[in-house]
């Protein structure tokens, strides 16, 4: 099973940028297509990106498209996710995890291994 491990979470103010990275253990990092999603207190969890495993196809959630970047380096093992133009709404723990196909599922919360998140505070 892999293991994740997110970084990169912090406090910022509106319209402000922050970078999430998550990091793999598995050297079969590369086989597994990955996504960004995030939970805020008494949510639900969301999908927030997803890309497939070469990194050749990406997907995102409405409210963030435009907004966020997701990126994959097969050769770091790692994953990212890009944050611009912030809004207290984004406000939530950000975790990573593991699809265990090349492709990103139809049902994009139907992930495997995930890590245990990293808090992101956008303030007004």
């Known amino acids: 099973q892999v293991q994740l491990v997110e970084s990169g979470g912090g406090l910022v103010q509106a319209g402000g940028s922050l970078r999430l990275s998550c990091a793999a253990s598995?050297?079969?990092?590369?086989?597994?297509?990955m996504g960004w999603f995030r939970q805020a207190p008494g949510k639900e969890r969301g999908f927030v990106a997803a890309?497939?495993?070469?990194?050749?196809?990406?997907y995102y959630s409405d409210s963030v498209k435009g907004r966020f970047t997701i990126s994959k380096d097969n050769a770091k093992n790692t994953v990212d996710l890009q944050m611009i133009s912030l809004k207290p709404e984004d406000t939530a723990v950000y975790f990573c995890?593991?699809?265990?196909?090349?492709?990103?599922?139809?049902?994009?919360?139907?992930?495997?291994?995930r890590g245990q998140g990293t808090q992101v505070t956008v303030s007004s």
């Open positions: 598995e050297r079969t990092f590369n086989n597994f297509a």
């Open positions: 995890a593991a699809y265990g196909t090349t492709y990103v599922p139809l049902n994009r919360l139907m992930f495997g291994s």
């Open positions: 890309i497939t495993s070469s990194g050749s196809y990406t």
